[in-house]
């Protein structure tokens, strides 16, 4: 099993500038999960979509941030225009729906706005 | 009240001993809990789950889980240098959605 696969690994881009972060979850995985790390806040969830269906982004902080899920093999998150504050490490994850199945993250995507 | 609460650390056990990690959280309806390790610079990585109250051993590790205290926490026996890291705790909230504490830094002294 190839697990999640995020991309890029790094992405420094200007203040003003879109950012598109890109997921793959586990095949056979129905969840799928968007969280951003940062030393001060820990680890926040943003977004999270069953069966490809969008269920809860009251985390997603302003509506500068969007998430799409168009298939079940992948999901995007986007950012336009970016502010340096959106600093983080961006981590996707996915698992089943089930109430007893764990989260399996990717290597996440570490992102710079200067 | 924070959804997931942990102290931040750092927690230092000197090698051989029992590290002792521990987690509340608010939303009772809540129906499972994981604890995942994370080192610096690494992804989190799934250490142990539990679904009912009591304990469940893996190895050096012991979950506990008590829902009337709302209230889980995580022992590691015989504490390695290379436990030395952030452990995270995450509940799974009655509307499947996981939520994760800041973590505690775990230091173990050689």
């Known amino acids: 099993d190839a697990g999640v696969i995020q991309s890029p690994r790094h992405e420094v881009t200007e203040m003003g500038q879109e950012v598109t972060l890109r997921c793959k979850p586990i095949?056979?995985?129905?969840?799928l999960f968007w969280y951003r790390q940062t030393m001060m806040r820990g680890l926040e969830l943003l977004i999270y979509?069953?069966?490809?269906?969008?269920?809860?982004d009251s985390g997603m902080p302003e509506d500068r941030f969007s998430a799409k899920m168009p298939n079940a093999s992948f999901s995007t998150l986007k950012i336009q225009p970016s502010e340096p504050r959106d600093s983080a490490v961006y981590f996707c994850?996915?698992?089943?729906?089930?109430?007893?199945?764990?989260?399996?993250f990717g290597n996440g995507t570490r992102l710079t706005v200067t | 009240q924070k959804e997931v609460e942990q102290n931040s650390g750092p927690l230092s056990v000197p090698e051989g001993a029992i590290a002792s990690l521990n987690c509340t959280y608010s939303?009772?309806?809540?129906?499972?809990f994981f604890w995942y390790r994370q080192y610096s610079g690494k992804s989190p990585e799934l250490i142990m789950f539990?679904?009912?109250?009591g304990d469940k051993e893996d190895g050096r590790f012991t979950a506990q889980l008590n829902k009337a205290s709302q209230y889980v926490s995580l022992l590691i026996r015989d504490s390695q240098p290379s436990d030395s890291a952030t452990y995270l705790c995450?509940?799974?909230?009655?509307?499947?959605?996981?939520?994760f504490g800041k973590g505690t830094r775990l230091h173990i002294l050689p």
């Open positions: 979509f069953n069966n490809n269906v969008p269920i809860d």
């Open positions: 995450a509940v799974n909230m009655r509307d499947d959605k996981i939520i």
């Open positions: 095949s056979g995985h129905n969840s």
């Open positions: 994850a996915s698992s089943l729906v089930e109430h007893n199945s764990p989260l399996h």
């Open positions: 539990i679904y009912s109250n």
């Open positions: 939303d009772r309806g809540s129906q499972s």
